[in-house]
């Protein structure tokens, strides 16, 4: 404006200027002039791709928009279809959100109720386990929960797995039922040998009846495979009540541990370490079932080391309240094949052995709320672990 208002002063002393002067006042009103064309075509360009930019933020905004909404509708549809139920707690511990299928399992009201009201009022029909509750029709319901990343608060999955349970408890009845008729087979297989030799040993003594020396041998004989026979069935009968621990009292894990070396004292070339670790602990179990249980551990390492070789024992507390007490031989080891097999009742590769040691162990320390394994590399012996719950009178 300036310029032009300069421009004009020029025209208007047009007359009296000189030539000279005049024509340098209209170059310098061109060059401004130019120039202001100039920058003011640049302005107009900045303008444009400004204004083409701002276009394009807003549609790739406007695309991002749909897509969050898309995904959020989707996501939605999903939560809707999903028949497990959906419940999301906010930091006050209230219902913020849920899906049909919550609304379905849990009942209403649900949304803006405190979850912990929710939770009272569905499992009033009691608690199946630590996952699954009982609901109130019936249905058994596994809850998993977990936290909502940075916000407070938590999703919580609820799945109806009444059919599941129902499938599992029937597959474990059918289960057992395979297991007790194999166990009979191999039972009547395992009773008619000893029986049959008893037999026999007792035949034969009828027939000797006036010679005393064989009279006593046969006896003897027929008394021994009686007594395999007695000691089959007190094994059948301890894996077979193995879901209890029958007269349980506090018993001192030393003196258990302290009859294995007296038990295999006459195994001379065998060597027994006992390094006990933790002294003085005390576990609540039935006595002789439990030393019976340690001592099978110990005369299977024996047998495997073929009464010539060491085993070493260890005790370990484990913190807070169990103890670990290990038993490593340097025997064979067990065939890896084998080693799935080890505690299935009546597994055995020993002539003579009824495979049912592991069996009992394992069902005498599942029993005192324990367990055991095995850990072996073939030619490099045999471990077997045994972890057991301490007393929580005493020992701690
Ligand atoms: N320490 C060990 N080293 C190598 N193999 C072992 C050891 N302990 C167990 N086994 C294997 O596990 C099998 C099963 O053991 P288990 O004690 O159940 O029965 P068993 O000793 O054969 O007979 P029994 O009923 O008389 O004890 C054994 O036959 C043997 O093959
Ligand atoms: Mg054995």
């Given amino acids: 404006m300036s310029v032009i208002c300069q421009g004009n002063r020029l025209m208007g002393s047009f007359e009296q200027a000189a030539p ?79 899906n049909p299928a919550a609304v379905t399992l849990l009942g209403e009201p649900l949304k803006g109720e405190q979850w912990v009201q929710v939770v009272q009022r569905v499992v009033s029909a009691g608690e199946t386990s630590d996952c699954d509750l009982l609901l109130p029709g019936g249905r058994v ?56 030799a008893a037999v026999l040993q ?19 004989k027929a008394k021994q495979r009686l007594h395999h026979l007695e000691r089959l069935i007190d094994e059948m009968l301890l894996f077979a009540g193995g879901g209890k621990v029958v007269d349980p009292e506090l018993v001192p894990l030393d003196e258990l541990l302290a009859r294995i070396p007296e038990a295999l ?21 039935n006595r002789e079932a439990l030393a019976s249980a340690l001592l099978n551990l110990a005369l299977n390492a024996c047998q495997a080391c073929n009464g010539s070789g ?56 599942t029993a005192h709320g324990g367990e055991v394994r095995c850990h072996s590399v073939p030619g490099e012996g045999a471990s077997f672990i045994v972890e057991l719950p301490l007393s929580e009178e005493r020992g701690r």
């Fill in 310 to 365: 060491s085993l070493s024992i260890t005790v370990e507390r484990k913190e807070p309240d169990r103890v670990a007490v290990s038993f490593r031989d340097d025997g064979p080891g067990i065939d890896a094949a084998h080693t799935e097999r080890i505690f299935e009742p009546f597994f055995t590769t020993r002539a003579g052995g009824t495979g049912l040691g592991l069996a009992v162990v394992q069902a005498v320390v």
């Fill in 141 to 196: 319901v596994n809850v998993t929960t977990q936290a909502l990343g940075e916000e407070p608060g938590q999703i919580v999955l609820l799945q109806d797995v009444t059919e599941t349970r129902r499938l599992q408890q029937q597959l474990e009845r059918h289960r057992r039922l395979a297991a007790m008729g194999e166990m009979a087979s191999s039972l009547a297989h395992q009773v008619r040998t000893p029986l049959s």
């Fill in 20 to 98: 000279e002067e005049l024509l340098q006042a209209f170059r310098e009103f061109q060059r401004l002039s130019d120039s202001l064309s100039q920058s003011y075509a640049q302005l107009q360009r900045q303008v444009g791709a400004l204004t083409e930019e701002l276009a394009r933020s807003r549609e790739s905004h406007r695309a991002e928009t749909s897509a969050r909404l898309r995904l959020a509708q989707r996501l939605r549809q999903l939560l809707d279809a999903l028949p497990a139920g959906v419940v999301v707690v906010d930091g006050r511990g209230e219902v913020s959100e849920c």
């Fill in 202 to 220: 007792l035949s034969n003594l009828q027939s000797v009846a006036g010679d005393a020396d064989k009279v006593g041998r046969y006896a003897e």
């Fill in 265 to 285: 004292a006459r195994e001379e070339a065998f060597r027994v370490v006992l390094e006990n670790r933790s002294p003085g602990l005390e576990l609540r179990a």
